[in-house]
């Protein structure tokens, strides 16, 4: 029950959003837009045309191995339903979702790129799903083989939506369903999908006697995602079930369930605080949070209506004024992974999950359809060329779960996979979907709403009309248009002139540049033009014939950013952009900690120089090098030098680095550099044992393996004691917060191999205690990857201990490096 206090300030807002109803209906009332499908436009560009080859070649292969647990629980719960009993699959909560995202991405790029290994790679994972199905339609392999784990998923079928993930699953595999169909036009995972869809929908607002004593179950899920789903069954099929259903699960959300604990589970944490079209501000888990706008977002653009207009544009204003990094980064606070108070924006100690960056682009991008404003397409574009980037390494197998904007460094390196492994199999989901976010139309006019080499074709006023766009952005701000329409016809053309191209990088009270922007032209057949601009569009109707050109010129020169003085962790700080980009200055460029330095952002400016990297993993990006001061010495002096920038996606594709985006212009903010020239990271190492011929030294070097079989670098190992559980303290000299621990281990795939389990320890009054991690994080064992996990509690201590057991009776273990990070 609400209190009187929350009830009249709910009146409140429905009297406010009423009155915004009335200019929301007129502002909403044009003409429905719709982007052109992402199998209609062809990338050639700099940056996503790569990435969309490397997603064949590189992450979808690995991405399928990673999953391959995923596949192999599905398959043991098809034959325990196939055989009426037999051995049980481990529970867990999502890691089907991984493995559902992942076939979205390969089915994205099978319609892009017919490719038949990942085509038959597909098929056999669609059969495995389908006999994984229950005849009435549920699919959650835990409940389904009897064995869940029931404070994480409820005793029954629907018992615990709240934090079960039965819901956030099936969802993906919607998704995953209808990019396949679209891709090959085969419906086995659709009839899947469907099936799914009729039995949730007759489970929670129609009753099933097998379900909940045979009432509706009438509550929304914990994590949101499956309103995208049933959004995008419905626009694949037209069947208006399945819009109805979201809809019905975004109305009854924070009404006919409201948790009332604390952390995960308090009312904000999954947006249940209020009806959806009541709230006004962005709380709680920040993926779950941007998924929910974005289903709000498409549900008003699908049904034409403004229910959640209010909303939607106190959140979005809330969220770009308030709690969103430079970067379009969303969630800066550890533990909930979510949204904190306005102005709570750290940059070394921030979180900036990839999928809330993710979630970032699909709810800013439903807004731009909603109300085809530029603004929206803005954030979009910065958090895609900067976060969700940043969550990829450059070789397409590594990845960043946070994606903080201050490194010391220690920082640990990318890895290869995650316990929790939303972000890599979202980032595989993304990445194919970009060409369906460069132009959008509704028939009579055509909007470039992102910027990138492609060509596409369209229907405008009943005449096909090819269009080619030539540009090396966001690298450059010159942009080449070719207009080719099977004979002369007449629409509008709307090009965005994106917010970076005026007084700030994005959107929003938090950032301004420290001068404005010079300006951006637009030419037509070489003739100087200067349209209307409308929503951040500008607007060129004309009749276009076949050849016509336009040129864009957006001036791209270092901007030095500053931010509101309400945000602390940025004041006396200035942070570099060029065009949409930001750049970072990382430590491997700039011979050491990048916290030493400090800029004059007028100078900065004035003396940067730009040129193209030619070599290296970097080779094709543009780095910038401005003047700077360094502290240098034991008498801590400032003397002239240069600071070199790259984009801020970049960054960690190297080497282990300090790094920086917000650079102090002050010398108070400079800080030394922290490194030993001895090359020791630990104050000391101990072991329970160390093989004759190795070094328990090797933990405290500063060293970077290239693979757990790096035979190149020192190494400790526990050979030859065979079968026998080790541990290994590490001293850090003084008492610190640890933020996280990673550990790299050594496989010789002989006699040293990869642990059977591990985990840390700390000293504690009745002696050394386990530390409890995480609920995300595992204790994994993955090979060329330091596994990294997080104390789920405040965890201050001067040494920690890793206990490991060998896999087997015949092999021993081994580590090549061990990276802790502290506050």
């Not at 009155?19 to 982007?35: D, F, H, P, R």
């Not at 701000?477 to 709307?494: M, S, T, Y």
Request: overall charge neutral; hydrophobic content about 35%; aromatic content about 10%.
């Amino acid at each position: 029950m609400y209190s009187i206090k929350k009830t009249v300030k709910y009146q409140f807002i429905l009297i406010v959003s009423l009155l915004y109803t009335c200019v929301c209906i007129a502002s909403e009332s044009q003409g429905t837009i719709k982007m052109v499908p992402f199998q209609q436009v062809k990338m050639d560009d700099v940056i996503w045309a790569p990435r969309i080859k490397m997603l064949v070649g590189e992450t979808l292969p690995h991405a399928f191995t990673q999953t391959e647990v995923a596949q192999r629980r599905l398959r043991m719960c098809a034959e325990y339903l196939e055989n009426k009993g037999g051995p049980k699959p481990e529970a867990h909560r999502f890691n089907t979702s991984d493995l559902y995202k992942v076939m979205e991405g390969a089915a994205l790029m099978i319609a892009a790129e017919p490719n038949p290994e990942i085509g038959a790679t597909m098929d056999r994972i669609i059969d495995i799903i389908a006999r994984a199905q229950q005849a009435d339609g549920y699919l959650y392999v835990s409940h389904i083989c009897g064995n869940p784990i029931v404070e994480e998923m409820g005793p029954r079928p629907y018992s615990y939506v709240l934090h079960s993930h039965e819901l956030y699953n099936v969802g993906h595999l919607y998704e995953a369903a209808v990019a396949y169909a679209q891709a090959t036009g085969k419906t086995k995972l659709l009839d899947v999908a469907e099936k799914s869809a009729r039995h949730i929908n007759k489970a929670f607002f129609e009753g099933d006697p097998n379900y909940n004593d045979g009432k509706p179950v009438n509550q929304a899920p914990g994590h949101e995602e499956i309103e995208l789903g049933l959004m995008k069954l419905y626009n694949y099929t037209g069947k208006r079930l399945y819009l109805d259903m979201a809809k019905r699960f975004l109305d009854i959300r924070g009404v006919t369930y409201i948790p009332d604990g604390t952390g995960v589970n308090s009312p904000t944490y999954a947006q249940q605080h209020a009806p959806v079209a009541k709230q006004t501000e962005a709380v709680g888990h920040a993926v779950r949070a941007t998924y929910l706008y974005a289903a709000m977002a498409e549900a008003d653009s699908l049904l034409g209506s403004t229910d959640y207009s209010f909303a939607l544009d106190s959140i979005w204003h809330n969220i770009v004024d308030t709690k969103m990094h430079i970067t379009g980064g969303l969630g800066a606070v550890h533990g909930i992974e979510g949204f904190g108070p306005s102005y709570e924006l750290p940059n070394k100690d921030t979180y900036l999950e990839t999928c809330a960056a993710v979630g970032n682009v699909f709810f800013n991008m439903r807004m731009f359809l909603k109300y085809h404003d530029g603004k929206y397409a803005d954030v979009a574009e910065a958090a895609l060329l900067n976060n969700c980037l940043s969550g990829v390494g450059l070789d397409g197998k590594s990845f960043f779960y946070p994606n903080p904007l201050e490194a010391d460094y220690g920082h640990g390196p990318r890895s290869g996979w995650f316990g929790t492994a939303c972000c890599p199999s979202n980032i595989a989901r993304l990445i194919p979907q970009i060409p369906g976010y460069m132009y959008a139309t509704d028939g009579k006019q055509l909007y470039t709403v992102l910027y990138g080499s492609s060509r596409t074709a369209v229907e405008l006023n009943g005449m096909k009309v090819a269009l080619r766009q030539t540009t090396d952005y966001p690298y450059s701000g010159e942009i080449g248009l070719q207009v080719d329409p099977q004979q002369a016809v007449r629409f509008k053309l709307n090009l965005r002139i994106p917010t970076w191209a005026g007084s700030q990088l994005v959107p929003g009270r938090l950032y301004a540049y420290s001068e404005p922007s010079s300006g951006w032209t637009v030419e037509v057949n070489g003739q100087g033009i200067r349209p209307e601009v409308e929503k951040g569009f500008a607007v060129i109707e004309r009749v276009w014939n076949p050849g016509d050109r336009i040129s864009l010129k957006l001036p791209m020169p270092l901007k030095a950013n500053t931010c509101i003085e309400q945000v602390a962790a940025n004041r006396g700080r200035v942070s570099f952009s060029r065009g949409p980009l930001v750049y970072c200055a990382e430590g491997i460029d700039n011979g050491g900690a990048v916290q030493r330095f400090y800029v004059d952002p007028t100078k900065a400016k004035t003396g940067a120089k730009t040129q193209t990297i030619d070599s290296g993993v970097l080779a094709g990006l543009t780095e910038v090098t401005i003047p700077a001061k360094e502290l240098s010495g034991p008498d801590r002096t400032f003397k002239d030098a240069t600071l070199k920038l790259i984009p801020y996606f970049a960054w960690s594709n190297r080497d282990r680095s300090s790094m920086i985006t917000w650079i102090g212009t002050k010398e108070e903010l400079a800080k030394p550099d922290p490194r030993d020239p001895a090359n020791i990271k630990y104050a000391s190492v101990t072991a329970s044992h160390t093989c004759d011929s190795d070094t328990v030294d090797a933990i405290r070097m500063d060293q970077t393996p290239k693979s757990s079989s790096d035979g190149s670098i020192q190494r400790w190992t526990s050979w030859p004691q065979t079968g026998q559980s080790q541990w290994v303290e590490i001293g850090l000299g003084e008492v610190k917060q640890i933020r996280n621990v990673g550990v790299y281990w050594y496989n010789d795939n002989g006699g040293v191999q990869l642990p059977g389990e591990w985990y840390l320890q700390a000293p504690s009054d009745s002696g050394w205690k386990k530390i409890e991690i995480y609920n995300t994080d595992q204790y994994s064992t993955l090979v060329d990857n330091y596994n990294t996990v997080h104390p789920a509690q405040s965890l201050k201590t001067d040494k920690i201990r890793i206990v490991m057991k060998p896999r087997h009776n015949d092999t021993c273990v081994g580590i090549l490096a061990v990276n802790i990070e502290t506050k």
